[in-house]
């Protein structure tokens, strides 16, 4: 006779409402798919003369998706740079960075460590253009950002010291040195060519 036929997953786990079954339970649907629908599912029929089961293996996969792309960035020469490349994707994506179109090389100041590229101690060779590639067998993404590396002596003509400032007695009075400069400039005071000392005032 005609089976019954029906449908399970080996891991015991219901079936979400969008699941439909289709001429005469015969075909199984299953839209929008997602990772948690993956899995080992079953097709029993059963009739009066016995039963039999099919079973098949449902696998998800996705090509890289981008979670954290890479930025056009300026850095002070001898400071640190820290770039964060991070893709989602089933199988987990794998990383290469290139420089102007080149394989980075990994050293001493360079290294990457799942995605993130770190160079430390900067100098001026270390400008460029830069490409973070996350790959897996489904497909290859790419995100391109610029590195500057900046070097300039001290430099107080976008924020000078104002010439007169005028406070009351027993009043307290802030004066702002914040010259521009890569690397970051070392500050000392002196007060009529004689160098200032910090003390409880």
Not at 27 to 39: K, S
Request: glycine share 6%; with cysteine.
């Amino acid at each position: 006779p005609v089976p019954q036929i029906n449908w399970r997953r080996t891991d015991g786990l219901p079936f979400p409402s969008k699941i439909k079954l289709r001429k005469s339970n015969g075909m199984i649907e299953i839209p929008n798919f997602q990772q948690e629908d993956a899995g080992l599912y079953e097709c029993i029929t059963e009739n009066s003369r016995g039963k039999n089961i099919a079973r098949g293996r449902l696998t998800y996969y996705a090509k890289p998706h981008w979670i954290q792309m890479i930025k056009d960035t300026e850095v002070a020469v001898e400071d640190t740079l820290y770039w964060d490349c991070r893709a989602s994707g089933k199988p987990k994506p794998s990383y290469r960075w290139l420089k102007n179109g080149d394989q980075l090389s990994i050293e001493g100041r360079i290294q990457i460590e799942n995605g993130a590229l770190t160079i430390s101690n900067l100098n001026l060779t270390d400008s460029g253009r830069y490409q973070c590639i996350a790959e897996n067998k489904h497909g290859v993404i790419y995100s391109s950002a610029e590195l500057r590396v900046l070097a300039s002596a001290p430099d107080f003509s976008k924020n000078p010291m104002k010439k007169l400032i005028q406070v009351q007695i027993g009043s307290t009075v802030t004066f702002e040195c914040k010259p521009k400069a890569s690397p970051k400039a070392k500050c000392s005071w002196k007060k009529g060519g004689e160098q200032l000392h910090e003390n409880e005032r």
